[in-house]
Structure formats: C-alpha cells, structure tokens
C-alpha cells in the first residue's frame, strides 16, 4: 500500500464508492508509456510529450487540491502539434492546461509553481517558464516580497512530497480524459475529491498574516474583533 492510503480521513458513504473506484483505477492504470500513447495510440515521441504533460498538469491538479478552497473546472492533457486545440492565452507549444482558481494569490502563485517545480526537479520537456511569470504576477499582488520566497519553497518541497501522489493522479488523469484530452465534469470531482483526501491541506500564508496583522491592529484601536 502506497503512503497515500493510509491513515484517510473518513468520507461520507455516499462518497465511498467513487473514491473506490479512483483507488482502483489508480492501482490499476498507472501511467506508462504505453498508456499515455491513449487511444489513438500515439507514436513514442508524442506518447512521451504526453506523458510529461500529464505529469505536469497532475503537480498543478494536486497543488490546486491542497489549497482546500479552490475551485477546480478543467486539466486538458493534449498530447499533439498537428490539429491541437489553441487554449486561450497559450502558446501553441503548451501541451496542456489546469483549469482551477484559488482564493489567495500566494495559493494561485503556489499553483503556478508546483508546475514549474515539478519539471524542474523531475525534468520532461516541458516549458515551465509561462508558470513562473503567471507566479510572479501573482506574488506582485501580494506586495509582500519577502514572502515570495516562502511559497516558491514550499512549491518545490510539496512537489517532492507528493512525488507518488502526484503520479498517481496523473495516471488517473490520462485514463478518465475523453478522448480529445478534456478533463472535467463529474469524473474530474470524483478525482479532485479522491486527491483531497490524500493530499496535505495548504493554507493560505501571507493573506492569513495580511488578515492577522489587520485584526491586530484594530484590536490596539479598541475597536474589538472581527
Ligand atoms: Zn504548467
């Protein structure tokens, strides 16, 4: 049994059995070459690009599943140049995209940098750099810079953490993705709901001190709490 599967915290019964289900596929259908070749059954170099994504989208998908409030809508997993879909606001070399949105901008910076860390310390041919603008960007509206160093740490440490989780995801991500490489609806909840439960729960940092700084200094005016 994987590190992942141990000590869960209880679900409600409605739940059980879909997150069942996840386990199985999982265990099942982890992801190799042969099953990111998918079912056209791409040639090696695209089985390989796509496998690579996954892994990326995976590192994003769970990431966005730590920060507990975020809403997660879409991971896209497109594994060819010829006749692949333009996302808006991506260059045509981007393989692939998560679609989520996170309550604080240090989580959606967290996001961001779990992609770009992911293939950092894991490699694959993936361009990563788009992740680190779009975490810059988000870190500049946090307007704390010393803090930008504490969520690229902890980025790059949950990315080796979640190392097996993050795989299995990926697994996961490939084998429910229709067949033009869209994630989403209620096989991609099922999934999110599966990750939550093994993932570690991230909290916002900088916005919570923003907020307990904020609360500290309406308690020295003597206006109470909120
Ligand atoms: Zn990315």
Known sequence: MDEYESN??????????????????????????ETARGRRK???????ARYD?????????VAACACYDSCI????VEPTGKGAPRYPGTAPAVLGTTGSAELYCDQEAFVSLAGYYWSKSFG??????????RAKRELRW??????????HTSANAFVIDHEPLIRAAAGAVVALAA?????????????VAWI???VTRLESRFDHSRARQARDYVRRLGMGKF
């Open 53 to 61: 994504t996954a892994l990326h989208e995976s590192a994003h998908l």
């Open 142 to 151: 946090g307007k704390m810079p010393e803090d930008d160093l504490v969520v």
């Open 73 to 76: 809508y879409s991971v896209v």
């Open 42 to 48: 791409l040639a090696p170099p695209f089985a390989q």
């Open 8 to 33: 869960l915290p209880p679900i409600p019964s409605h739940l059980q059995k879909a997150d069942r289900a996840i386990s199985t596929l999982v265990a099942k259908k982890p992801l190799t070459l």
């Open 179 to 191: 067949s033009n490489g869209e994630l989403t609806g209620p096989k991609l909840h099922q999934l």
């Open 124 to 133: 694959g041919e993936i361009n990563a750099e788009g992740d680190l603008h």
């Open 196 to 198: 939550r439960r093994r």
